[in-house]
C-alpha cells in the first residue's frame, strides 16, 4: 500500500508593518495574482534580490487605488493583472548595481540577450535611483479567466528593444495588446515609458523626491 504523503503549503503572512501610505495591493484588489520576480531567482540577476523577503506587492495608498480603477475596467472584460514588481526597496537597486559591475552573465540568453551586460547601465535599464523606490511604479501584465498572460510579445524585464512600444518585432496582435494595457493604465491614472510595456508610474505620486529602503515582508 503506497504511503499518502499530504503536501504542506507554507503561508508567509504579512508583517503589517508598512511606513504610513503604503499599503498590500492585494488587500485593495483581491483579484490580482502576484508573481514577484525578485523574491525567487528567475530574474535577470539570477538570484534573489535584496530586501524581498516575500512575494507580496507594496505600493502607495492612492497609487494602489488608481490600480483598483484599472483592474475594474479590465473586470469588465474578463480580464485581471498579474504584478510582477512594484515598490522595490533602494537595497534591491544596489543589488543591482553591484551585479552591472560583476561579470556575472549566467541570464543574458533569457533576459539581455541582444545587448552586453554593460549598455543596460548606459541605455536605463538600471539606474542608481528607481521610480520604484518612491512607492507608486509598478510592473504588470493582464491575464484572462483561466490565468494565461495574454501575448504581449516579450516577456517581463526582457531588456531588449522588443519591449519598446514602437517596436517592429511583434505582431499586430502584441500591439493591440500593449497599447490595450496601456490606455486602461493611462485612463486610470498612469504614464507609461516607452521602453517597458509592463512598467507603470502614477502621475500624480505622493512622493516624487523620496527613495524608500523598507523590506518587502
Excluded: C
Aim: net charge negative; hydrophobic share 30%; no cysteine.
Amino acid at each position: 500500500m503506497e504511503e499518502e504523503v499530504e503536501e504542506q503549503v507554507i503561508k508567509i503572512e504579512k508583517k503589517y508593518n508598512l511606513p504610513e501610505g503604503f499599503v498590500y495591493v492585494d488587500d485593495v484588489i483581491p483579484t490580482a495574482e502576484l508573481d514577484i520576480r525578485y523574491v525567487t531567482d528567475y530574474n535577470f540577476v539570477g538570484e534573489k534580490i535584496d530586501g524581498y523577503h516575500a512575494p507580496f506587492a507594496i505600493l502607495t495608498t492612492s497609487a494602489a487605488k488608481a490600480l483598483k480603477k484599472a483592474s475594474d475596467r479590465l473586470q469588465q472584460d474578463g480580464y485581471h493583472i498579474k504584478i510582477y514588481d512594484a515598490y522595490r526597496p533602494q537595497k534591491a537597486v544596489n543589488h543591482f548595481l553591484r551585479w552591472e559591475s560583476s561579470k556575472d552573465d549566467s541570464m543574458k540568453e533569457v533576459f539581455y540577450p541582444s545587448m552586453e551586460k554593460e549598455v543596460l547601465f548606459q541605455n536605463g535599464y538600471i539606474s542608481k535611483k528607481s521610480r520604484h523606490s518612491r512607492g507608486s511604479t509598478v510592473d504588470l501584465t493582464i491575464v484572462d479567466e483561466n490565468g494565461s498572460e495574454i501575448d504581449m510579445g516579450s516577456p517581463f524585464d526582457m531588456l531588449d528593444t522588443i519591449s519598446n512600444y514602437d517596436t517592429d518585432k511583434i505582431t499586430k496582435s502584441q500591439h493591440e495588446n500593449r497599447e490595450y494595457l496601456r490606455t486602461i493604465m493611462e485612463e486610470a491614472g498612469f504614464d507609461s515609458i516607452r521602453t517597458e510595456w509592463w512598467h507603470f508610474q502614477l502621475k500624480d505620486e505622493p512622493y516624487k523626491d523620496t527613495y524608500f529602503d523598507f523590506d518587502v515582508e
